[in-house]
């Protein structure tokens, strides 16, 4: 029975966790629990520099989390944004929520991986500064707490594309002018050697005026029947 009611009472805990977890980035990162000093936290990025993020990459961020406290808790959730470097207060992106529930008694330790996406139109080049935050939230007692583990200025970049346009376009506007200069280098080559001489035949110019044969312009029409005819009659 005392079972049974513990098991109740942990399942309802973590409903209760969800429902408080399960609501929008927005939400969350415009009101964070406070800062809590039971969990202690590291993190790396395998793939990236922290320093500069490619703009549409899925980056992956491996947090490593202690239980420095003498109560169990539940790593929850992780959850970031990108900010405005002037103003900390203006979200400029909000990242997906990423659910774990790690439960951690004290002196264990837990790692999990976090990934996110900046939208591409961030991205720059040059790459532009921003302010990249991440938060990890957890849960002590059913008190939430949330620690940022990094929160720094990172460069944004426009992501390398496979296929540039720009490099396309100019690869043949440079062959177009090549080939151009070649033809006209080979046709004034073929100019100055005679090349062309023979080519081209010359209309046969003929001096003097030009006998016109008035029948054959008249041949086969009405009026050649008619002249027939008559030169017939007169025969007759």
Known sequence: MARSKTCLLALAVVLALQGAIAQRASDILGNLPPTGDSLTLAHYFPEHSAKQIPAGDVISVVVSGRNTGSKALNLSAIVGSINSPQNYEMFIQNFTIAR???????????????????????????????????????????????????????????????????????????????????????????????????????????????????????????????????AAAKRA
């Open 100 to 230: 774990y529930f790690a439960p951690l008694a004290p002196g264990a330790e837990a790692s999990v991986e976090y990934k996110f996406r900046a939208d591409p139109i961030l991205g720059s080049t040059p790459p532009r500064e921003w302010t990249l935050a991440l938060h990890a939230l957890y849960e002590v007692d059913g008190a939430y707490f949330a620690n940022t583990f990094f929160n720094a200025t990172v460069d944004i970049a426009e992501a390398p594309r496979l296929v540039d346009p720009d490099l396309i376009w100019l690869a043949v506007t440079m062959i177009a002018l090549i080939a151009g200069a070649a033809y006209l280098a080979y046709t004034l080559l073929a100019d100055k050697l005679g090349l062309n001489k023979g080519k081209a035949k010359k209309a046969k110019r003929v001096d003097g005026p030009v006998a016109l044969d008035e029948d054959e312009w008249i041949k086969g029409t009405h009026y050649d029947v008619a002249k027939r005819r008559r």
